[in-house]
C-alpha cells in the first residue's frame, strides 16, 4: 500500500494544490489547475478506506462515520499543512487535501489590488470574499490578516472548518477557533464572539441565516468581519447573503447590509501563458453611497454599472481585470475569454 506521506511529497515537491484520493485512480494532483494521475498503480477501496482513516484521530473517525463527510487539518512533516475533506461516495471512502503554503503571502505576492489594504486595516465593516472552491479566498484571507498583525494591536478571533494558517501573535493576538474541536459550529461560536472582546472577526464561511445574521450584526456594532461567499462575483455575493433570509426578512437585511458592508472582493486564478503557476483576475466592489442604496432598494441587478465607471474608487470588474492580464501577456486571449462576462469586449480590441 502506499505511504500518504510519500503521496504529499511528491505534491510539495510538484507545486500541486491539491491531491484526490478515490478507489480505482491513482492519487491524482492538480497542478496549475490540471489534473494530473500519478505513477502509482490504482488505488483500491480497501486502500482507500485504511489510508484516510489512518490519517485521522478516532473521534474524527467517528465523527466521519456519523456525518458521513468531514473537514479536518494535518501537518505532514512538521512545516506543511494540508486542508483535508473526507467522504463517502458509491459506499466507499475517499478524499481530496488543499496544500496550504507555508507562509503566509503578501498581498503584493498575491497580485491583489492596493485597495485591498486599506480594506484590511480599516476600524469596521463587513469585508466578503468570494469566488469559487480552490481560488485561494482563504489565502487572501490570511494575507489580509497577517498585514492587521504586522500593523495593528488588535484582538482577532478566527472561526475555521478547519483551521488553516496558522498565524503567530506579533502586534496582535489571534485566537483561532476550528469548528469540531473548538466549537459545535458556526452560528455557536457567531453567537459567542461578540463577548470574546474582538476587533477582527474572521468567518471560515456562513452557511446559514443564523451564521449571516451574526456576522453583519457584528460589523454593524463596530467590528471589522471577515467572511467567504461561494458566488461566481461580487453582486451575486450580496444576493446570496439576502436570498438565504425568507422573504419577509430580506427588507432589514437589506438595509443592514447597505450600511454595514464594507466591500466585496472576488477572484479567480487563471492559468498563465507560461503554464508556470496561475494569476488572480480580482473584481472589487466598494460600498459607496450609490452601491448602498442599490442594496437598500433590492436593484443590486444594476451595481455591475457603477463597477464598471467607478474605478476612481478603487472598483475594477472581473472583466476589467482579465483584460488588463491579457493585455501585459500574464494570460491567453483563450483564458481570459473562458471567464469574461461579457468575452466581446475583448475580441474588439
Same mark, same amino acid.
Request: aromatic fraction near 4%.
Given at each position: 500500500?502506499?505511504?500518504?506521506?510519500?503521496?504529499?511529497?511528491?505534491?510539495?515537491?510538484?507545486?500541486?494544490?491539491?491531491?484526490?484520493?478515490?478507489?480505482?485512480?491513482?492519487?491524482?494532483?492538480?497542478?496549475?489547475?490540471?489534473?494530473?494521475?500519478?505513477?502509482?498503480?490504482?488505488?483500491?477501496?480497501?486502500?482507500?478506506?485504511?489510508?484516510?482513516?489512518?490519517?485521522?484521530?478516532?473521534?474524527?473517525?467517528?465523527?466521519?462515520?456519523?456525518?458521513?463527510?468531514?473537514?479536518?487539518?494535518?501537518? $505532514?512533516?512538521?512545516?506543511?499543512?494540508?486542508?483535508?475533506?473526507?467522504?463517502?461516495? @458509491?459506499?466507499?471512502?475517499?478524499?481530496?487535501? *488543499?496544500?496550504?503554503?507555508?507562509?503566509?503571502?503578501?498581498?503584493?505576492?498575491?497580485?491583489?489590488?492596493?485597495?485591498?489594504?486599506?480594506?484590511?486595516?480599516?476600524? %469596521?465593516?463587513?469585508?466578503?470574499?468570494?469566488?469559487? $472552491?480552490?481560488?485561494?479566498?482563504?489565502?487572501?484571507?490570511?494575507?489580509?490578516?497577517?498585514?492587521?498583525?504586522?500593523?495593528?494591536?488588535?484582538?482577532?478571533?478566527?472561526?475555521?472548518?478547519?483551521?488553516?494558517?496558522?498565524?503567530?501573535?506579533?502586534?496582535?493576538?489571534?485566537?483561532? @477557533?476550528?469548528?469540531?474541536?473548538? =466549537?459545535?459550529?458556526?452560528?455557536?461560536?457567531?453567537?459567542?464572539?461578540?463577548?470574546?472582546?474582538?476587533?477582527?472577526?474572521?468567518?471560515?464561511?456562513?452557511?446559514?441565516?443564523?451564521?449571516?445574521?451574526?456576522?453583519? =450584526?457584528?460589523?454593524? =456594532?463596530?467590528?471589522?468581519?471577515?467572511? $467567504?461567499?461561494?458566488?461566481?462575483?461580487?453582486?451575486?455575493?450580496?444576493?446570496?447573503?439576502?436570498?438565504?433570509?425568507?422573504?419577509?426578512?430580506?427588507?432589514?437585511?437589506?438595509?443592514?447590509?447597505?450600511?454595514?458592508?464594507?466591500? /466585496?472582493?472576488?477572484?479567480?486564478?487563471? @492559468?498563465?501563458?507560461?503554464? *508556470?503557476? @496561475?494569476?488572480?483576475?480580482?473584481?472589487?466592489?466598494?460600498? /459607496?453611497?450609490?452601491?448602498?442604496?442599490?442594496?437598500?432598494?433590492?436593484? $443590486?441587478?444594476?451595481?455591475?454599472?457603477?463597477?464598471?465607471?467607478?474605478? *476612481?474608487?478603487? %472598483?475594477? =470588474?472581473?472583466?476589467?481585470?482579465?483584460?488588463?492580464?491579457?493585455?501585459?501577456?500574464? /494570460?491567453?486571449?483563450?483564458?481570459?475569454?473562458? *471567464? %469574461?462576462?461579457?468575452?466581446?469586449?475583448?475580441?474588439?480590441?
Amino acid at each position: 500500500m502506499i505511504e500518504m506521506k510519500d503521496v504529499f511529497k511528491a505534491a510539495i515537491g510538484g507545486r500541486a494544490s491539491d491531491v484526490i484520493l478515490t478507489a480505482g485512480s491513482p492519487p491524482v494532483f492538480r497542478i496549475n489547475g490540471e489534473l494530473v494521475p500519478g505513477q502509482t498503480p490504482p488505488l483500491s477501496v480497501e486502500e482507500v478506506g485504511a489510508i484516510v482513516t489512518g490519517l485521522l484521530r478516532p473521534e474524527q473517525r467517528e465523527r466521519l462515520e456519523r456525518q458521513r463527510e468531514l473537514d479536518f487539518s494535518l501537518c $505532514t512533516d512538521g512545516v506543511h499543512r494540508f486542508r483535508g475533506n473526507a467522504f463517502w461516495q @458509491r459506499g466507499a471512502l475517499a478524499a481530496a487535501f *488543499r496544500l496550504i503554503p507555508d507562509r503566509v503571502p503578501s498581498l503584493k505576492d498575491l497580485g491583489l489590488p492596493a485597495v485591498v489594504e486599506e480594506f484590511a486595516l480599516a476600524a %469596521m465593516g463587513l469585508v466578503l470574499l468570494s469566488g469559487p $472552491t480552490g481560488h485561494g479566498k482563504s489565502t487572501s484571507l490570511a494575507a489580509m490578516l497577517n498585514l492587521i498583525n504586522e500593523r495593528k494591536r488588535v484582538h482577532i478571533v478566527t472561526i475555521e472548518d478547519p483551521i488553516e494558517f496558522v498565524h503567530a501573535n506579533r502586534k496582535s493576538v489571534i485566537e483561532q @477557533r476550528e469548528v469540531g474541536d473548538d =466549537t459545535l459550529s458556526f452560528a455557536n461560536a457567531l453567537r459567542a464572539v461578540l463577548r470574546q472582546a474582538p476587533d477582527v472577526i474572521l468567518v471560515g464561511e456562513m452557511r446559514d441565516p443564523e451564521s449571516i445574521a451574526a456576522a453583519i =450584526t457584528a460589523a454593524e =456594532t463596530g467590528h471589522l468581519v471577515f467572511a $467567504t461567499v461561494h458566488t461566481n462575483d461580487s453582486v451575486q455575493a450580496i444576493d446570496r447573503l439576502i436570498d438565504v433570509f425568507p422573504s419577509h426578512q430580506q427588507n432589514q437585511v437589506r438595509a443592514q447590509l447597505s450600511m454595514s458592508l464594507l466591500a /466585496v472582493i472576488s477572484q479567480r486564478l487563471i @492559468r498563465k501563458t507560461d503554464g *508556470r503557476g @496561475r494569476v488572480a483576475a480580482v473584481e472589487v466592489l466598494r460600498n /459607496v453611497a450609490a452601491v448602498a442604496n442599490l442594496v437598500r432598494e433590492g436593484k $443590486t441587478h444594476q451595481i455591475y454599472t457603477i463597477l464598471e465607471t467607478h474605478a *476612481r474608487d478603487g %472598483m475594477c =470588474t472581473l472583466d476589467a481585470s482579465l483584460k488588463d492580464l491579457y493585455l501585459t501577456g500574464q /494570460v491567453s486571449l483563450e483564458e481570459a475569454r473562458r *471567464r %469574461m462576462r461579457n468575452p466581446a469586449s475583448l475580441e474588439k480590441l
